[in-house]
């Protein structure tokens, strides 16, 4: 099948070939039909495999055949949520694309940068509006926007909104868009408060899904290289250095690891930058756009990217610390082999992470090939340390007080690693939200 069979429009399809693009991929060939048609969707698909453009050809299309040519008082008809800055950008980035041959007007707003411009943007007029929940609300407070005349609305990422605490927040903002309108559900996994978010969400949904749930993409080759903890950033160095990598991400756990990591790259000569949630929106926005121009030889990111991120022809991915949920390991070598693409993992595991990596092969149903690397085999002598699949007790505990606290509006006092605790400042927001 071509793009030219899915009666899209021919200024679609102009910036399609434009694009270098002639076939769908699965997901495309399944969803533009179905949202052409009307009909609302529940859509499932593995990361890379053009879920955006799925979404994103046929929103422009309808939204074409009833546009005014009238920017003045124009209301957004076309809204998408997105759990992070970065896909937010990303998407609005695809939209721009795919529509610049359309009278269409698009905006993304989200949190870290000033609220202002963003404003005087909306009251200007705007058709497609990209947003993160927590600014959407907080533009919605100011009477910034007005969804009332919300046509298509698109929640991307929801597995992902949920894991954030979002979910309060989307519901909040379903209640603020017409009950009359088509949605569009997209979700990496399903657990059961993805599920009933749908059925409360969608009406007589169509499903698709292109690949089952926690499963990687095939393009993407996976290595293990066994490595003691303490000589992980030397490792990483001489792979960078040895097998002349131009272009990789790299992941950790934490901000502090992001940033540690960084100065040694920095220190040995190599090109690197950080991006995390402590950084401001500007210092992200400039360390993506250089990785992505080839300027940036290394990115040193936390899961805040894992979801969304396409950099065109990422080759290389590297868990420098295992995440501590499985799931959080497929979306982290998503990044690469993205399109049809070759790509290839490499995971740095010490005998610390041997519960974390027995978790991810259970949930990828196979073992991941190791390959020891000469001159930094691990010290059979170090014992691991004792910690346990998941996140550590006291860190759930932690977790589990910070849920409670978000739920029932009651300030509690948290024991646990001193990372988990909140300053005055942040005690206001629920854990986990960006605006």
Known sequence: MLFSDLQLREELLLAIKEKGYQQPTPIQEQAIPI??????????????????AGFTLPLLHKLMQNHSKSAKGRKVRGLILAPTRELAAQIAESVTGYAKHLPLKTLAVFGGVNISPQIKKLRSGVDILIATPGRLLDLYSQRAVDLTAVEIFVLDEADRMMDMGFINDIK?????????????????????????????????????????????????????????????????CHLIVSEKWKQVLVFTRTKHSANKLTSKLIDSGISADAIHG??????????????????????VATDIVARGLDIQSLPYVVNFELPQAPEDYIHRIGRTGRAGKEGTAYSLVSIDE????????????????????SGFEPDPSIAPEPIQRGVHPARNKAFKARREAKQFGKPKSIKGPSSFKSSPKKAKLPFGKTR
């Open 354 to 373: 041997k519960f974390m990596l027995q978790d991810i092969e259970r949930l990828l149903k196979q073992k991941i090939p190791s390959v020891t690397i």
């Open 172 to 236: 909040e903002i379903i209640s603020l868009v017409p009950k009359k309108k088509q949605s569009l559900l997209f979700s990496a996994t399903f657990p059961k408060e993805i599920k009933s978010l749908a059925e409360s969400l969608l009406k007589s949904p169509q499903t698709i899904e292109v690949a089952p749930n926690n499963t990687a993409a095939e393009s993407v080759t996976q290595i293990i290289h066994p490595v003691d903890t303490k000589r992980k950033q030397e490792l990483l």
């Open 278 to 299: 402590n950084k401001s929106q500007s210092a992200r926005s400039k360390a993506l756009a250089d990785f992505k121009k080839g300027s940036l030889q290394v990115l």
């Open 35 to 52: 949202i052409l048609s009307g009909s609302d969707l529940l859509g499932g698909a593995q990361t890379g495999t053009g879920k955006t």
